[in-house]
């Protein structure tokens, strides 16, 4: 069966770090380009990080630039969204998702292109 699990969310003071994890299990995530989507209550669901298969191309949302951090690590079939200097603003239930990509290079921040999906971890960040 294939599955994404997330874990590493919490409670965390503003200014605070947090490092998200997402394991893949029943598949190899080297084959595949990961993104990372965040929902706050009330609101849409956005992107917020993504990464190719290769892990040489990477993209943010302009509110997390500079404060978040993607990387995987395909031998251990886990990506991580390292969070630094959290704002109560980045308040959400936090997505990995996968989509199967022919290329080394490509990743997408359009929801719509992942294929699975992880079960959400929350982060609350406290002000």
């Known amino acids: 069966q294939l599955q994404l699990v997330e874990s590493g969310g919490g409670l965390v003071h503003h200014g605070g770090s947090l490092r998200l994890s997402c394991e893949a299990s029943?598949?190899?995530?080297?084959?595949?380009?990961i993104g990372w989507f965040r929902q706050a209550p009330g609101k849409e669901r956005e992107g917020v990080s993504c990464?190719?298969?290769?892990?040489?191309?990477?993209n943010y949302a302009d509110s997390v630039k500079g404060r978040f951090t993607i990387s995987r690590d395909n031998a251990k079939n886990t990506v991580y969204l390292q969070m630094n200097s959290l704002k109560p603003e980045d308040t959400a239930v936090y997505y990995c998702?996968?989509?199967?990509?022919?290329?080394?290079?490509?990743?997408?921040?359009?929801?719509?292109?992942?294929?699975?999906w992880g079960q959400g971890a929350q982060v609350t960040v406290s002000s």
């Open positions: 998702a996968a989509f199967s990509s022919l290329g080394l290079g490509y990743c997408s921040g359009y929801a719509g292109e992942y294929d699975y």
């Open positions: 029943g598949f190899t995530l080297a084959y595949y380009a």
């Open positions: 990464i190719s298969r290769s892990g040489g191309s990477t």
